[in-house]
């Protein structure tokens, strides 16, 4: 998806911080077991909230996984568990390149969705109803776009079909309504945040996007309509704190998703609005580093 939510090591208690990567390496272990090495390109920090909320992890303060060894470890990630949060991660990575190939006829989404053809026709074999909740979803949201509707009610179409998904994938018969509220107010940011940080691009491309002003550039955008970003950051965050208030942090996946949502959403609120590129990701295999902040 967009790669917002990011964990940022300088915010977060050490032990923390080793479940976090212990989760990010499940998702790509679950993607290469279930659909391919070639997947794995696919993987989003921002569906690691998927596997939380889903508590999927058998040890999530194990030892620190690695990419090589420790077989033992990895076979929990061919479960069926896994093997749905896997499938989401393609399916909506599917559906963004889709998007962008009917916004603008993006040569690069084509590619993609080409090179990836079988992992996403596996994915949607595997499971045809989160298929169709995304696929219905992102036509929604395509429509709302171009009746010209506002950020605020595209991103409810956006938070409608994160929230249809997860309660497909999850396995309990009694979604907690906590659950759906915190899934809920973070696809919305995550709707919102990535349209302000591509509005300068947008333009340039002629892309839609329900926050471009005519004859405003992206460089003046925020200055001059920072009042209006405001309201809608206020809305954003009314559902971001409501979530964060019904966290019942009874398990470190909760701490996790507690400190997305005071520490990381926040931040990146704050470099998009200062214009600022998100921090350089960095992958090492001892998995100590996440980013350069």
Avoid at 102 to 118: G, Y
Avoid at 271 to 293: A, I, M, Q, Y
Wanted: net charge positive; with cysteine.
């Amino acid at each position: 998806m967009f790669g917002y939510l990011r964990m940022f090591k300088q915010h977060t208690p050490k032990q923390l911080h080793k479940v976090y990567k212990n989760y990010y390496c499940g998702m790509c272990f679950a993607m290469q077991h279930n659909y391919g090495l070639l997947s794995r390109y696919l993987i989003s920090y921002d569906l690691m909230i998927i596997g939380l909320l889903m508590k999927s992890h058998e040890e999530p303060e194990c030892d620190h996984l690695h990419c090589f060894g420790e077989k033992d470890k990895k076979h929990q990630f061919r479960g069926e568990k896994w093997k749905r949060v896997a499938a989401v991660n393609i399916l909506l990575t599917a559906g963004q390149l889709r998007d962008n190939i009917e916004d603008d006829n993006s040569l690069v989404a084509k590619l993609f969705f080409r090179i990836f053809a079988k992992q996403i026709k596996m994915a949607r074999d595997s499971y045809p109803e989160v298929y169709s909740y995304i696929t219905t979803g992102y036509d929604k949201m395509l429509s709302d776009e171009k009746a010209g509707k506002s950020v605020v009610e595209i991103s409810s179409s956006f938070s409608t079909l994160m929230e249809s998904v997860y309660k497909c994938v999850h396995f309990e018969s009694d979604t907690r309504k906590d659950t759906l509220a915190y899934i809920k107010s973070v696809a919305g940011w995550l709707y919102f945040i990535d349209q302000l940080n591509d509005y300068e691009k947008d333009v340039k491309k002629g892309r839609l996007n329900p926050l471009v002003k005519t004859g405003v550039s992206g460089s003046d955008y925020i200055d001059l309509y920072f009042s209006e970003l405001l309201g809608m950051m206020r809305h954003f965050y009314q559902g971001i704190r409501d979530a964060s208030i019904n966290l019942s942090l009874s398990s470190v996946e909760d701490r996790i998703l507690q400190n997305l949502l005071l520490s990381t959403i926040p931040s990146m609120t704050e470099k998009v609005l200062n214009r600022s590129k998100p921090p350089e990701l960095k992958h090492f295999r001892d998995g100590t580093v996440w980013s350069n902040v």
